[in-house]
């Protein structure tokens, strides 16, 4: 599988335009990757919308837990997705059927679908695969 390598000005634009982050994988127990993420870029004033079906309803770090990224009520700016590989093509249908349409699609380290990843690119949105946005905001930002 080839490299998947990004230019840095292409990931710093994307951590300094999105707002609003949907996580679709977050969860409420404090040793999971996702939960440190989610309080990393809470603290770097980003709207984190933690996505849990299992959790729907409930609170994580104080947001509202939705089941589905339907379900929001608001626009989406980025989905930060914490899911293995193979539910990549199922989610990639349920971002694109979102109205508007969210601007990054970004998979967290080891997380990857090439083709899932396609179809976003096709449809308009920027993708970042195999990356974790709380190891690259430090890096590129500060």
């Known amino acids: 599988m080839k490299e998947l390598i990004y230019p840095d000005e292409y990931l ?3 951590l300094r335009s999105v707002k609003t982050i949907a996580m679709v994988g977050a969860s409420a ?3 999971r990757p996702s939960f440190r993420v ?3 870029l809470l603290a770097r004033g980003y709207h984190v919308i933690p996505v849990n079906p299992g959790f729907a309803g409930r609170e994580i770090q104080g947001q509202k837990v939705y089941a589905r990224l339907a379900d929001i009520g608001e626009r989406i700016d980025m989905v930060d997705v914490f899911r293995a590989p193979s539910a990549l093509p199922g ?3 349920e971002v694109l059927a979102l109205d508007p ?3 990054v699609l970004w998979t967290q380290l080891d997380v990857r679908d090439d083709e899932a ?3 976003a690119v096709r449809a308009g949105m920027k993708v970042v695969m195999d990356r974790c946005p709380a ?3 430090p890096r590129l930002i500060g």
């Open 91 to 93: 989610l990639v249908e």
């Open 12 to 14: 710093r634009d994307i």
């Open 135 to 137: 190891i690259e905001y």
């Open 38 to 40: 989610m309080s990393f």
């Open 29 to 31: 127990k404090e040793i």
């Open 101 to 103: 349409l969210p601007m």
């Open 117 to 119: 990843a396609a179809r």
